[in-house]
C-alpha cells in the first residue's frame, strides 16, 4: 500500500496499515496503544540541497484496533515556521501491527541554515499517539569572499628559512 503524500520535497514508502474494517471485524475491548518512534540516516547535518532519509516505525501494542488512523508529520525552522508537512492516511491500525514508513526530504538550496525539528505523531478517531520528535542541523555553505587587499610597494613575505636563504645569497 503507498502512502498519500502531502506537498513539499519528499518521496517514500510504507509497509503494513491499511487494515479495513467489516462487519465480520472482530474488535476487542481495550483502547489502542499507539507509539511512534523515528530516525534518520546520517549524523544529523545536512548541506544545503542535500536529503535527509527518515523512517518512521508505528506500532499499536497490547490494544485494540485504531480506526481512520492518519500520520502526521512536520518539519519545523527554528521560528517555528512550518517548512514541510506530509499526511499518511492509514485506514486501520490493527492490535499487534507494525507500520513502517520511509521517506526522503530535500532541502532547498536557498533553504536558511539551522536547526530543523520534526514531528511525527498518529491521529486516530479512538486514540492519539505519543509525538516522535527528531532534529537535524541545516548547514548553508559560507559563499562571502574575502576582498583582497594588495599594498603598494609591498614585498611578499618570507618564511624564516626563505629570509635566511635570500640573505645567505647576497
Known sequence: RRPASGG????????????????????SGKA?????????????????????????????????????????DTLQDE??????????????ILPDE?????YTAVFQQATQSGVYRNNAQVKASNATSNTAKIEVFLKVPDTSLIPAIALEGSAPL?????????????
Open 98 to 102: 507494525e507500520i513502517t514508513i520511509t
Open 79 to 92: 521560528n517555528g515556521n512550518i517548512a514541510n508537512k506530509e499526511i499518511w492516511e492509514l485506514g486501520e
Open 158 to 170: 618570507l618564511s624564516k628559512e626563505s629570509a635566511q636563504e635570500a640573505s645567505a645569497g647576497e
Open 8 to 27: 513539499g520535497s519528499s518521496s517514500g514508502s510504507s509497509s503494513g496499515g491499511g487494515g479495513s474494517s467489516s462487519a465480520g471485524s472482530i474488535t
Open 32 to 72: 489502542p496503544n499507539l507509539q511512534v518512534f523515528k530516525t534518520f540516516a546520517g549524523d544529523g547535518i545536512v548541506q544545503s540541497g542535500g536529503s535527509v532519509d527518515y523512517t518512521i516505525f508505528i506500532t499499536n501494542t497490547n490494544g485494540g484496533s485504531a480506526y481512520d488512523a492518519v500520520l502526521v
